[in-house]
């Protein structure tokens, strides 16, 4: 009975420990089943897609590939409070991320009346206050705003040259627009003038560093035209203005198509701007032209609404009575005409006559014949006050006879030749005749103006005015000195270096090539030498072989790069010419040398274009005649120049020999982009036979070489890298060779 009880206590036992572990395992697979189904679902509803749930008894693993850091803490927070931090097992990854982009840096500064303003993301390392304190002395009375923000990133490459170039270029535009990128700027800006316009283009180009992209848009008012005058002539030479106006682009283009209509050739140029006497002008001025092309010979003058046309003598009388009544019978009604029918001249042997001259040095002489000696006094004196007391030198005779108005005409020449840098003026009783040389491509407008308004529009003129660019104060070009000054002083701040003993170029050479090649765009109508010079070791001969190799070369490079060499001559010296002393290693680096030296000051004769356009775009119907170099620029690209042989000491102007009129295009578009030049390859040794010597000194001008063919780059001729005009290059003095030619620096690099 006892056994019996103690086995159904011992079932019992086994019963109820069996039971137990049936319950307390089905209880732990419905709690795992419940957290892992309560977890997930949470999960998915927050959008934490990415994760699978796992559960172990009480345990739940959370995995999976967060596709950030910040996601994956946003997950694990939400799974602990859906169940307890303990029981969670975090087994997830995070995606690898790529380093963060550095941001955009870019700044613009606006500047007007009112003060400067500052926007835009900059380096955290950027110093603003100094940036601020520069700025402030620049805007004077006016405030400057800061409304910069700054990113914890190092400066991108070419930011601070563009920071620079900005900062230095706002303080010469008084209302601009610069926006600054890591090596680029871009450059709005207002004006007052088209000469302020062309001399701020240049000195933008002129100051670009070489690894600085540059745009630049420069805006200018147009200028008042007093009177509004338009001077076209048919005569011997061919069809011209000599001076021309338009109210508008539209009306500038209708008049140019009339001029060409009327036997007008090549570019012509005519300045648009404000003061036109009737929106009729371009319609009288195309009815002008087309009736003096009609009669084949003649001038036709306006000024403002009066109009003087005057056949030649070669007219017939019934041609020029059927063309003047057709043209008085359909001009608008302001305008009014004078025409005129010239008489066969007469013999003037003896006719009275007054001159004035000027030469290149400012020096005036008055000769001729005045009315009386009050007239003497008024013109020395007008001429002193417009040329300098002590340039002045009068040589002229009382003539009581002298035609009425002779005063007023005598005056206004001297007016006109004020004009001029060099020239002269001749007034007789039915003409003034005057020619000469400018610096201002708008010159012969000026001058017909002048004698227009003082004289009439039916005077009788004959205007010769030659335009030279390198006396255009705008442009600032360099003469021949500074030319060679401004060359040897890039070569000797960077040395074109040669492969030991060799004339091959090496590839570190290509930077102070670029340099040079830039620097010779303003100097390629100088006549130079590119002399090649050695050290002493090795043979005599060999090393002026090689010195004319590496001279060659270097002329070479430069014809790659687009620089017109027809001036250059290369010549080498070998070890003849030592600059420093041979027994040191520093001596013998000086004395491997390439140097220019000038072989004339005058610059070579460019080849004559027409008439400068003053405003807007060049006549893209004219008939094609020699490139002409644009000043900056923006022009885009350089047009080469042709090499004519030197140019003749200038001389007064003789009356029966007239200058021709020959001033260059000179308008700038109105943006322009200077990008840097791609660096091209290390020239190779010049295969070409050394052109033979026989003394240092060159007996005659080489002969000109063709003109180069190849389209120039996309840089203008004034921008890349060139010094600025405005900084005087210092050179020290050296020993001259005996029958050398002068302007030889005291030493410039090229290694072996």
Known sequence: MRARTTIMTTTAFVLALVLAGFIAGGSATVIEKRSRNDLRLALEAAGHSWTRIEADGLQVIVMGTAPSEAER??????????????????????????????????????????????IGLVPASTDRKALLADLQSVAADGAVTDMLETANYPEPAGWKTAMSFAVATLKTLPRAKISVDP????????????????????????????????????????????????RFLIDAEGARFD???????????????????????????????????????AAAVEMGLKALGELGAGTITYSDADIALTAADSVSPAAFDKVVGELESNL??????????????????????????????????????????????????????????????????????????????????????????????????????????????????????????RLGESAQIEL????????????????????????????????????????????????????????????????????????????????QKLS??????????LRERRVLVGNLTAKGYGESQPIADNDTEDGREANRRIEFVLLDEAPVETTPAATPVVDGAKDASAEPEAPVALPDEDSATEAPMGDEGPMEDAAPVADDAPVADEAPVADVPAATEITPPEPPAAAATDTSPAPAETTDTPAAAPAPAAPEAATAPAVPPEVAAAQDPAIEIPVAPATEAPGRPTSRPADLGVTN
């Open 183 to 230: 090596g680029k700027v871009a450059v709005t800006a207002i004006t007052d003038s088209p000469a302020e316009k062309a001399r701020i283009e240049t000195s933008l180009a002129r100051r670009r560093p070489a690894e600085l992209k540059l745009s630049f848009d420069i805006s200018a008012p147009r200028p008042v035209i007093t009177p509004f005058t338009l």
């Open 464 to 543: 010769s005015v030659r335009y030279d660019k390198r006396l255009d104060p705008v442009l600032g070009l360099p003469d021949g000195p500074e030319c060679v000054a401004r060359l040897n002083a890039v070569l000797t701040e960077q040395k074109i270096t040669f492969e030991p003993g060799s004339s091959t170029i090496a590839a570190e050479g290509a930077q102070p090539l670029d340099a040079l090649a830039a620097a010779m765009k303003e100097c390629q109508d100088f006549r130079m030498e590119l002399g090649g010079h050695t050290d002493s070791q090795g043979g005599e001969d060999m090393n």
């Open 548 to 557: 004319q190799d590496r001279a060659q070369a270097v002329l070479s490079a």
């Open 332 to 453: 608008p009604e302001v305008f009014s005409l004078k025409a005129e029918l010239q008489k066969k001249p007469e013999t003037t042997v003896g006719a009275p006559e007054f001159s004035a001259t000027l030469s290149a040095a400012g020096q005036v002489q008055l000769r001729g014949r005045v009315s009386d000696d009050r007239q003497r006094e008024a013109l020395e004196n007008f001429a002193r006050a417009r040329f300098g007391s002590a340039s002045v030198y009068g040589a002229t005779r009382v003539d009581a006879a002298l035609p009425q108005g002779w005063p007023v005409r005598t005056m206004a020449a001297l007016e006109a030749l004020h004009e001029l840098v060099e020239g002269s003026v001749t007034v007789r009783a039915d003409l003034v005749r005057i020619g000469g040389v400018s610096g201002n491509p708008a010159a012969s407008d000026q001058i017909a103006r002048i004698l227009s308004d």
């Open 73 to 118: 803490f946003r997950t694990l927070t939400l799974a602990t409070s859906v169940i307890e931090a303990s029981r969670i097992i975090d087994n997830t990854d995070v995606e690898s991320t790529a380093d963060l982009a550095p941001p955009a840096f870019s700044l613009q500064v606006l500047r007007n009346d009112d003060g400067i303003s500052l």
């Open 243 to 281: 001076a021309c106006s338009a109210d508008t682009e539209r009306a500038r283009d209708r008049i140019l198509a009339a001029a060409r209509s009327a036997g007008a050739k090549g570019a012509q140029g005519c300045t648009v701007g404000m003061g036109v006497p009737s929106p009729d002008w």
